[in-house]
């Protein structure tokens, strides 16, 4: 009887075992399954179809799932309220009744007005305790909302409240009319100008982003639960009834010293019913998912549309762009409102950021439509007055003079010599150089070649700056050299980009004042092309560089700073991946997409970056649902966005059958990295990074349906190729290293993974040093191949100081420790030491698979040794 109470007291919520413990058994000692025991007899109690209704939430706890009536005991009113306008409210005598503002099944909700002083005040009222457990939360929320946040004005106050005799209430102080009355006396919101109108849900975006900052989700935004007063000569907006609320840390309560009313320890997101108004509902949350932060920005979107459009009954059809003419409101609305929860911005604050930014990215929208009409310009011209000479098309083409001369380009520059005199002949002096120096580099009638590649171009335009600009600004020198260095980065040239990084950063401090952000995106930008070439002393060097500049006052300040730091958080995480640091991977990449997704200026193109890498940050982590989630989303959003034959798009395709391949799904990862090699060989080519990711990826698809041969001689290429491009001594090629003499292991050809494993060895151990998680696995793999060969005099050394842990950095695998006691047994044995070989390899046969499906720990090879 007291379990049932317990999960009658806390409907629809799970309560773990631990509590359970402490409220049935406290501080008793019990038996085994005592828990289990007491509801098996339980269900059988309440019969079979009752039974139902108690779910088990594996792992965790138990949670009624059933229709519930509360009566609360003690003193009631007649059959119900019956309360009247000029009554006195119910336990508050000096307020008199004055309005029904909302009724609902079990609940009333007046306003009052005190008799002497005419405050105002509102009293939601649960007559019978049918909605006690909604005001006991609604409560709790408040007094979260008001200890992390201090007063607020957007956010209505709860003054008191009564849960000891019905009536129950809560008391809140007076918030003016709901939303949609507000709007429609006298069609108050139509007569607003859209200015007017954006400021006031500003302060909505303002208390919801406030509210989620700290924690707690609303799930019931709607304009009813939006209250409007006079403030001065404007309006005071206030966010109310936090009742369908949840909180996403529910240990903050903890934290805080607050005790939960109506919110147990064990509430979490998935524990969740749907609850809210339908038309303001998420699209996923009408389909039984649990609430976020997310579904929350939906009905947000919802009423920012409402907003524009004048008319806050007005629902969301497929036709609604056309009610919208400002083309950066309607993607706003989009972004927002967006049917798939992944797309749909995550952030009320990023809204707001975005909605007060209006007229600035109004102007920055018209700088580059304007650009991309002179770069277009500018093409025509030339594509006239040379058409009978076919090469310049071509030219045009492969440099993709577009991109170059596009908006990013000439607001770069126009914003860095925005202290120049005369901004016109900055834009006539970089057409000249476009025109005059990067396409004249591809001239047969000067290079006297008509073979002319796309890096030699740009490799001969790019050596031309600083004489043709020598007395330009540092700034615009600057500027153009970091859009070669671009260029050489997007042509896979990196020790040409580093090249035109150094010469960038060498204008800009030659500068008397040097813009403090246009070096850090330098620095950052060679670190990047530094840690693809495995100079990983000099990358940490450039980063270093960084962090002294983003602590400059006139940037740590700045809108871009931001942005910088995240990118500077992104190359840290980079910096730690080469180096098989996979949990500073993960910490580094999660913090710059945490501050980075909603930094000023923050590109769609760094965005994806940024998300690619957290996504692959959990792969690397084993996080493979998470990974495969975000991967999913970003190559679906890449193919609609560049087609699917674009190499982007084509290259997040290799990542998601890398993990789809780690969870054995290897028909699924098979037609991903097949498609993916041959859009990638063919728009970057056979030699470029991506390209050879893509290939190793499939030589591991090879490797894990026992292909050996197939897939040694496939990553042999891939080492190769790796090398060619950065060093031996690189992560890329030591991890191609360590497989390809896995595949010869399992062919029978110790001496062969024997030589590949020394090679890599010797190449890695001056930059890795001996201890690196990968260092470690080619040590391990190497003992195995010389066990194989009945060679032991080396192995001692090779196995002392190898861990599970640092094994498991380098390859991801479950059984490390069976793995190691494996062959440390095998050594054992053929060392004579019968004892320890028998407990080490009885070690190794608990910890191997039953089916053999480990190729390395396999029972029918540990079982003979044993014997």
């Not at 413990?21 to 038996?31: I, R, Y």
């Not at 008391?171 to 429609?184: D, S």
């Not at 707690?216 to 935004?221: N, P, R, S, T």
Request: with cysteine; net charge neutral.
């Amino acid at each position: 009887m007291e379990l049932l109470a317990i999960l009658l007291a806390h409907n629809g919520e799970v309560v773990t075992k631990e509590e359970l413990l402490e409220a049935v058994w406290p501080g008793m000692t019990t038996v085994e399954n005592v828990i289990a025991n007491a509801m098996t007899k339980l269900r059988q109690a309440l019969g079979e179809q009752n039974a139902t209704m108690i779910l088990t939430q594996p792992k965790i706890g138990y949670r009624f799932n059933g229709s519930l009536e509360r009566i609360a005991v003690g003193r009631k009113l007649a059959s119900a309220l019956e309360l009247k306008p000029g009554m006195p409210a119910p336990e508050r005598p000096h307020f008199m009744l004055a309005t029904l503002i909302g009724r609902s099944q079990g609940s009333e909700v007046w306003t009052a007005r005190h008799a002497k002083s005419q405050e105002m005040r509102v009293y939601k009222y649960s007559p019978d305790g049918a909605r006690l457990t909604g005001l006991k939360r609604e409560a709790t929320l408040s007094r979260v909302l008001r200890s992390s946040l201090g007063a607020r004005d957007d956010i209505a106050r709860i003054l008191d409240w009564n849960f000891e005799t019905p009536p129950f209430f809560l008391e809140y102080e007076y918030g003016g009319q709901n939303l949609i009355e507000w709007a429609e006396e006298g069609e108050r919101l139509r007569a607003m100008a859209l200015p007017d109108r954006l400021g006031l849900f500003l302060q909505i975006a303002d208390a919801v982003a406030a509210a989620h900052g700290v924690g707690v989700l609303h799930k019931d935004i709607k304009p009813g639960n939006v209250l409007v007063a006079a403030r001065g000569e404007g309006w005071q907006v206030r966010l109310t009834d936090f009742g369908s609320g949840r909180l996403l840390d529910p240990e903050e309560l903890e934290r805080l010293g607050i005790t939960p009313l109506g919110v147990t320890v064990s509430q979490a997101l998935g524990d969740d019913s749907t609850s809210g108004t339908l038309l303001y509902m998420a699209p996923e949350l009408i389909a039984g998912a649990p609430a976020t932060l997310r579904s929350d920005i939906y009905a947000l979107g919802l009423i920012l549309y409402q907003m524009i459009v004048g008319d806050l009954r007005r629902p969301l059809m497929s036709s609604w762009e056309r009610d919208i003419a400002d083309p950066l409101l309607r993607a706003d609305v989009a972004a927002t409102t967006d049917g798939d929860a992944a797309r749909r911005l995550d952030s009320a604050a990023e809204l707001a950021r975005r909605l007060r930014a209006l007229e600035a990215r109004r102007r920055e929208a018209d700088a580059a439509a304007a650009a991309e009409a002179r770069a277009n310009a500018t093409a025509d011209a030339l594509a006239r007055s040379r058409a009978r000479r076919p090469w310049v098309v071509a030219t045009i083409a492969g440099l993709g003079l577009g991109v170059l001369v596009s908006s990013a380009l000439y607001v770069q520059v126009l914003r860095s010599a925005r202290n120049l005199a005369d901004q016109v002949q900055t834009a006539q002096t970089l057409t000249s150089f476009l025109t005059d120096d990067l396409v004249a580099a591809a001239d047969p009638a000067i290079t006297g070649r008509a073979d002319v590649t796309m890096a030699e171009a740009v490799r001969s335009a790019s050596g031309k700056i600083d004489t043709a600009f020598a007395t330009s600004p540092p700034a615009l020198r600057a500027t153009l050299h970091i859009q070669m260095q671009r260029a050489f980065r997007g042509l896979t040239q990196y020790a040409l980009a580093v090249e035109q990084g150094d010469l960038a950063v060498a204008a800009l401090r030659s500068a008397p004042q040097p813009d403090a952000a246009m070096l850090a995106d330098a620095l950052l930008n060679t670190a990047d092309s530094l840690i693809d070439l495995d100079r990983l002393p000099e990358a940490r060097a450039r980063l270093d560089a960084v962090a002294s500049v983003l602590k400059e006052p006139a940037l740590s300040q700045s809108a871009d700073a931001p942005l910088l730091r995240a990118r500077f958080l992104l190359e840290q995480g980079f910096l730690a991946s080469e180096t098989m640091d996979i949990p500073g991977y993960l910490h580094f990449v999660a913090a710059a997409w945490a501050m980075g997704k909603s930094a000023p200026g923050l590109s769609p193109w760094m965005g994806d970056h940024m998300q690619f890498a957290l996504a692959d940050a959990y792969r690397m982590s084993g996080q493979s649902a998470q990974a495969e989630a975000m991967f999913a989303e970003l190559l679906g959003r890449e193919s609609r966005e560049y087609g699917a034959d674009d190499a982007r798009p084509a290259y997040v395709a290799v990542a998601l059958a890398t993990v789809l391949g780690a969870e054995k799904r290897d028909t699924d990862a098979m037609a991903l990295v097949e498609r993916a090699v041959r859009i990638l060989d063919r728009t970057l080519g056979p030699r470029a990074r991506k390209t050879i990711s893509a290939r190793q990826t499939l030589a591991d698809i090879y490797y894990r349906q026992k292909k050996w041969d197939k897939a040694a001689d496939l990553l042999i290429e891939v080492a190769s190729a790796f090398a060619a491009i950065g060093s031996k001594a690189n992560s890329n090629v030591l991890s191609a290293s360590t497989t390809i003499a896995q595949a010869r292991l399992h062919a029978g050809k110790p001496a062969a993974a024997e030589r590949v494993l020394r090679d890599a060895l010797a190449a890695g151990r001056a930059t890795f040093g001996h201890a690196m998680p990968l260092m470690q696995t080619l040590r391990f793999y190497l003992a195995l191949c010389l066990l194989d060969q009945q060679r032991t005099s080396e192995v001692p050394a090779l196995l002392d100081g190898l861990t599970s842990e640092a094994l498991n950095m380098g390859e991801l695998e479950p059984d490390w420790p069976a793995r190691l006691a494996y062959a440390a047994g095998r050594l054992a044995l053929a060392q004579g030491d019968v004892p320890h070989a028998r407990t080490l390899l009885t070690q190794a046969l608990a910890g191997a698979p039953a089916d053999g499906s480990d190729g390395f720990l396999d029972p029918k090879a540990i079982r003979p040794l044993l014997h």
